[in-house]
């Protein structure tokens, strides 16, 4: 089969990024990363081919809600390209934004509904270590917002020391 291999940078997700983003969520997500990239306890990355600069992995770590650990959060590759290993480079490259802040904890939480994201969790280390209920705001393609609810397994891994190369 033809195959090409694609050189990838890492670098911080802006916000005129966003209109290239579409592929990450439904209608709001893109709201929410706004919303994150404005906050000042969240770093944003993105994933991007060399030759087109484009982001095609985006996800953040947010500093503020868990005292003591980077929250590593909304994690998202372009469909066209998932399990190529940009989730993996994209995870790596966050978790060495939390050792950068002097923290050696990275959690996440992963739905229930979703093995295959947390057995990709699991492979790079992350133990579960509750399972809690949650929610939060979404919205339909005709503006309608609705709490949507779900059960999440929080995971955490214990950084050792920042990953070479990022
Ligand atoms: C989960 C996700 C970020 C992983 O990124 P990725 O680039 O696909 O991951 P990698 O190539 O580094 O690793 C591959 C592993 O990721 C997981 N994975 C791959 N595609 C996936 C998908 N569509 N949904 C969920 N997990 C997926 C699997 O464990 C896969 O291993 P497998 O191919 O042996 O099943 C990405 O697949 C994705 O954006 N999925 C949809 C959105 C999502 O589930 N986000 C995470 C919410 S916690």
């Known amino acids: 089969m033809p195959s090409v291999h694609i050189s990838v940078t890492v670098r911080p997700l802006t916000i005129s990024d966003l209109a290239t983003c579409a592929w990450s969520g439904g209608p709001g997500h893109l709201d929410a990363v706004a919303d994150a990239l404005r906050a000042p306890d969240f770093d944003y990355l993105a994933v991007c081919p060399e030759a087109s600069g484009l982001p095609v992995a985006i996800g953040g770590v947010n500093f503020a809600p868990r005292p003591g650990a980077g929250e590593i959060t909304q994690l998202g590759v372009h469909p066209a390209l998932q399990s190529c290993g940009l989730g993996t480079i994209l995870i790596t490259a966050l978790e060495d934004r939390v050792t950068a802040r002097g923290l050696t904890v990275a959690e996440l939480g992963v739905e229930t509904t979703n093995p295959r994201a947390r057995a990709l969790y699991e ?18 393609e005709d503006g309608t917002v609705y709490r949507y609810e779900t059960d999440c397994v929080e995971m955490r891994k214990h950084l050792t020391s920042a990953s070479p190369g990022t």
């Open 123 to 140: 492979r790079l280390g992350y133990r579960a270590f509750d399972t809690v209920r949650t929610g939060w705001d979404r919205r339909t």
